[in-house]
């Protein structure tokens, strides 16, 4: 072997006519198929510098360019299996929709529709007329509008009721939504300014009394969706704000946050106000999110007086906000399904995983245990109460009695497994508690159940016996 190792590298030319690669000539472009022969043929030149010796093998440098080009085709967003039982998981997603909703989306992005043009007519309309009468009839309003989330909602509402006026909060409501955003912060970008009102734990009709000047321009109750104060606490509810407003002639908006349809304490989740509640009780407007409760799509929906909404609409922040045609025709296909509340619970997915019942999820996770049981690369397979929650980022108190496959593997451990499963294709994403894997099938599809189940027995290094 005194022969010069580097001419054992074959040349790009030449492996670029091999069969293989000829084959996939359909698929890829010629500059992205040569990139990655020549990436291959410079992985094995360092191979030679650092003194290894290499196999003159073209048909696995060929296979190994195939692999190359088909990871670099992979596309970033994957489906992921979620078996975290965390319903609203923002991280992955947030809710996902209904059939008919996502359907009713893919509609929309292939071809085109009546978005901003009355059929009947032949004249231009508003696109938020498609979605109007759907979102009165579960908010109950005079009128609505939405845009493309529930922070962008607070920022438009806040510069049509309060710009250059003081807003006033309760200082034990001054959360922070997630990804940095703050309520203070808010208030700064909607040329509004915050005052703040009692304390963390406490605060009385009489301190929003007293915070009343010429210079208020609204009320705002925000729901702690995403924390709880217990103990020693006092908050004031949106009928008596609504009250003070009402003698002061001052606005009240209501931050819902979560936006609840169902009545979610007769599945046990309490502390979830209904969206109908603020409107009812005659707030000026009523602010929540798409994707969280509703489970539709990301939208921050403005629900209240027909004159706010009005103003709002005129705004011209409202073209930058705006909902594209995907998002709305998904919304209002989600809206369609509230017309019966016993579709709306079969059908969307976030509404039927919450309420799933303990029995229904006892028996699917003891069937998919009992196969886990037949794969020997498993040293442990049970299934165990546990406890779920609806939300990672929102919504930390509503946890939920639950049921969870719990996994142990011979060869790895959890923490491997877990790394395993998620960079699996499809990902897969579990729980980590005492030493086990665990899967929670509340947010694993019965469609996702033979694919999650190969997962299992990869990640575990399992034959899987067809
Ligand atoms: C989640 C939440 C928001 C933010 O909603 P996005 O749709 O995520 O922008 C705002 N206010 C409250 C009270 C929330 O719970």
Redesign the pocket.
Known sequence: MNENPFRLLPAVAIVLEHPQLVAVRGDYAHETIATAVRAEIDALRQKIVVGETIANDVDALVSRVIARLAEDNRSTIRTVINATGIVLH?NLG?SPMAESAALAAYEAARGYLNLELDLGTGKRSSRQDNVRDGLCRITGAESATCV???????VIVLRTLAMGKEVIVSRGQL?E???S?R?PDIMTVSGASLREVGTTNITRIGDYAAAIGPNTGAIMR?????FRVRGFTKTVGIEALVELGRKQNIAVID????GAVVDFAKYGLDGEPPITEGIRAGADVA??????LLGGP???IIAGKKSWIERIERDPMMRALRLDKMTLAALEATLRLYRDPVVALREIPTLRMLTMPLHELRTRAEAFAERLRSVSALSSVEVHDNIAYVGG???PDESLPTVVVAVTAHHHSESAMATRLRTATPAVVGRVQDACVLFDLRTVFDRQLDDLFTAICRAADAQILV
Do not use: E
């Open positions: 923002t947030r493309n989330n529930c922070a962008a909602a607070t959360i939504i997630g990804g955003f309520i925000i729901h702690t969706s995403n931050d819902v946050g979560s602010l929540f999110s798409g994707d969280k990301q939208v921050g980022g929102s919504l």
